[in-house]
């Protein structure tokens, strides 16, 4: 007969003169969850009333007990998230443990000690959810394996939802809003960093978990011509590494360099006076910081500007010095890009 504790095992097979299988019965004394019960087992001849004991052989736990804890808990369906994993008994670890998630095997694992492994977690399958995990081990006496059901949760793969403004000066200094979504890092309690191209935001602010308020720093390689230049914008989670790219997201600009604007109407009498409409065609958006923009016709400044908006303003033509065309240029100051020069060549004519 084989008893754990005062339980009879409920099968038992001899495998020679001194080996048998037995199938352990149910504990007969448990303990609540979570918690575990070592109990003795005991060998005893059914003939000679011969016995031998292992005094706390056999340990039972609780089915609802966690044999072991995961954390982090979640991170990236692309994988690469470090986690610690640490035993709760009765399997422990040993050099040649193995963890899966989900079936499918972690890498870079480093045992630390017999109660914790570090492991980074294999990217998950579509679509993102919860894994079982499992880590195989040993008891002081036998191999055993240890499954955490769901025990860990994948989330997709970060996005770049939206970036505003998405233009500012080859000097920097612009402020960007930036939101995501997707990230395993919450921004508030690790802050990523933001790439412009290759160079790092000179300032980088969480408003949320998920939105950040970045400043611009220079272009680091700017258009020797002095032409627009777009460039990606990478947020990096500097915990798990994820990362989402605004793909030419951003585009640096030299301020005063080539831009436009429409005037309606585009003709008047040389003795001006007549009112227009001057609306921005290209990156150039006027403000009324410091000051109203100043508006000139063939570089004679007009009167009564007034802005109604980021894009449009209207004035008053002033006296023209000949007939024919003449270019139109407006000067003001840009929140997007700071001191901003508009000039429209033949964008209006005096008869």
């Known amino acids: 007969h084989v008893y754990f504790d005062t339980a009879l095992a409920t099968s038992i097979t001899p495998v020679d003169a001194t080996t048998v299988i037995a199938v352990t019965p149910p504990d007969p004394n448990p303990v609540p969850a979570p918690g575990v019960h070592p109990v003795d087992v005991t060998v005893e001849s059914s003939t000679r009333y011969e016995m031998c004991t292992f005094?706390?052989?056999?340990?039972y736990f609780a089915p609802t007990s966690p044999c072991m804890a995961v954390q982090p808990s979640t991170g990236s369906i692309m994988g690469g998230t470090t986690v610690t994993i640490t035993s709760l008994g009765p399997c422990y670890w040993i050099p040649s443990s193995t963890v899966t998630f989900g079936g499918v095997p972690a890498t870079n694992i480093v045992i630390i000690s017999d109660t914790e492994l570090e492991c980074d977690t294999p990217p998950g399958a579509p679509p993102a959810g919860?894994?079982?995990?499992?880590?195989?081990?040993?008891t002081p006496t036998d191999p055993c394996s240890c499954v955490l059901p769901d025990g860990f949760t994948y989330v997709?793969?970060?996005?770049c939802l939206?970036?505003?403004p998405t233009m500012g000066s080859v000097m920097g200094g612009t402020v960007v809003t930036i939101r995501t979504s997707g990230f395993t890092d919450d921004f508030t309690v690790?802050?990523?960093?933001?790439?412009?191209?290759?160079?790092?935001?000179?300032?980088?602010?969480?408003?949320?978990?998920?939105t950040l308020e970045v400043t611009t720093p220079p272009d680091p390689n700017p258009d020797p011509l002095g032409q627009d230049r777009p460039v990606d914008v990478t947020v990096e989670a500097t915990g798990t590494l994820e990362t989402c790219v605004f793909p030419l997201g951003f585009t640096y600009v030299t301020p005063g360099s080539a831009a436009c604007a429409s005037v309606t109407p585009d003709a008047g009498?040389?003795?001006?006076?007549n009112t227009v409409t001057v609306?921005?065609?290209?990156?150039?958006?006027?403000d009324v910081y410091p000051a109203p923009p100043e508006v000139y016709f063939d570089g004679i400044p007009a009167t009564n500007v007034d802005v109604i908006d980021g894009g449009t303003l209207t004035c008053t033509v002033p006296a023209g010095s000949r007939q024919g065309l003449v270019d139109v240029t407006i000067s003001g100051w840009d929140p997007t890009v700071g001191s901003c020069?508009?000039?429209?060549?033949?964008?209006?004519?005096?008869w």
């Open 269 to 273: 009498p040389l003795y001006g006076g």
């Open 156 to 159: 997709g793969a970060p996005t």
């Open 190 to 210: 690790h802050l990523p960093l933001v790439y412009f191209d290759t160079a790092l935001a000179t300032r980088i602010v969480a408003l949320d978990s998920t």
């Open 279 to 286: 609306r921005a065609l290209g990156r150039c958006r006027w």
């Open 162 to 164: 939206d970036l505003h």
């Open 341 to 350: 020069t508009c000039t429209e060549p033949d964008a209006y004519t005096y």
């Open 55 to 59: 005094p706390q052989g056999f340990t």
């Open 130 to 138: 919860p894994v079982d995990v499992e880590v195989t081990g040993a």
